[in-house]
């Protein structure tokens, strides 16, 4: 189990309804994709959605 806190606020002009998430990446502060957060520690989040719209956010990762 891990538990994502958010550190920044999420990168969008306004919020869309019917939009439909479609994919989310990780990345390191390094720019290095992984599959998911593994290690405590600060990481990017990129949500990508139907309308092609896409999210950043910093979390801080902490594995209980």
Known sequence: NFKLVHFAETVTDFP????????IEYYTLQGLKVAEPLENGIYIVKKIYESKRIESEKIIFNRY
Do not use: Q, V
């Open 16 to 23: 869309f309804a019917s939009d439909e998430l479609i994919s």
